[in-house]
């Protein structure tokens, strides 16, 4: 299966082809016709709206690329990091952090991708408290018990909001399912 962040450049890819054939056809149909100015001027938004999209979908392949690319990365810090950016935000709609963290360690991981996953997190633990109320977040030496039996870290995010039924649990990690309505993309957690 494609994971998001390959679903993310490979949107993006499919999307240039079509952005850069249809720069082809404007740069080619603008001496073939006449234009009034106002359609010459329509003309030009068209060409810069294309670029600008071309920029977007290259802007995210490069971000892809970037995020796709491991490197050791102290995970406790990081977490730290991503909690103190939110922290302010969610504590004015009433949203307080409790945090415990283990000593630095690092770990070979696609950093972006990482911290991604623990904004999102976070930020749907809130979403899911719109009254207010406290998000738990903990990271720990673990090991698996079974199997290879590889040391790691655990992170654990908990909070006392609403929760996710039990029928929509499995789901959580499809893209494009959301329980947000139009206020969700759907593509958060799958990313």
Same mark, same amino acid.
């Given at each position: 299966?494609?994971?998001?962040?390959?679903?993310?450049?490979?949107?993006? $890819?499919?999307?240039?082809?079509?952005?850069?054939?249809?720069?082809?056809?404007?740069?080619?149909?603008?001496?073939?016709?006449?234009? =009034?100015?106002?359609?010459?001027?329509?003309?030009?938004?068209? $060409?810069?709206?294309?670029?600008?999209?071309?920029?977007?979908?290259?802007?995210?392949?490069?971000?892809?690329?970037?995020?796709?690319?491991?490197?050791?990365?102290?995970?406790?810090?990081?977490?730290?990091?991503?909690?103190? *950016?939110?922290?302010?935000?969610?504590?004015? @709609?009433?949203?307080?952090?409790?945090?415990?963290?283990?000593?630095?360690?690092?770990?070979?991981? $696609?950093?972006?991708?990482?911290?991604?996953? *623990?904004?999102?997190?976070?930020?749907?633990?809130?979403?899911?408290?719109?009254? +207010?109320?406290?998000?738990?977040?903990?990271?720990?030496?673990? @090991?698996?018990?079974?199997?290879?039996?590889? =040391?790691?870290?655990?992170?654990? *995010?908990?909070?006392?909001?609403?929760?996710?039924?039990?029928?929509?649990?499995?789901?959580? =990690?499809?893209? *494009?399912?959301?329980?947000?309505?139009?206020? +969700?993309?759907?593509?958060?957690?799958?990313?």
């Amino acid at each position: 299966p494609v994971d998001g962040i390959e679903l993310v450049a490979s949107l993006a $890819h499919e999307i240039n082809n079509p952005v850069g054939a249809l720069l082809d056809l404007l740069y080619l149909m603008e001496p073939e016709a006449d234009f =009034t100015p106002k359609g010459r001027e329509y003309l030009k938004l068209a $060409h810069q709206e294309l670029q600008r999209l071309s920029l977007i979908a290259h802007s995210a392949m490069e971000e892809a690329r970037a995020t796709l690319s491991s490197q050791n990365t102290d995970i406790p810090g990081l977490l730290r990091e991503v909690v103190q *950016f939110y922290e302010s935000r969610l504590a004015a @709609h009433g949203v307080s952090i409790q945090t415990r963290y283990s000593p630095p360690e690092e770990l070979r991981v $696609h950093r972006g991708a990482v911290r991604q996953t *623990f904004s999102n997190v976070l930020l749907n633990a809130a979403d899911a408290m719109p009254e +207010g109320g406290k998000i738990y977040v903990r990271i720990r030496e673990a @090991h698996e018990w079974r199997g290879m039996k590889r =040391t790691g870290l655990r992170v654990t *995010f908990a909070d006392n909001g609403r929760g996710i039924s039990a029928e929509n649990l499995s789901k959580v =990690t499809d893209a *494009f399912f959301t329980t947000k309505g139009s206020a +969700g993309t759907g593509l958060g957690l799958s990313l």
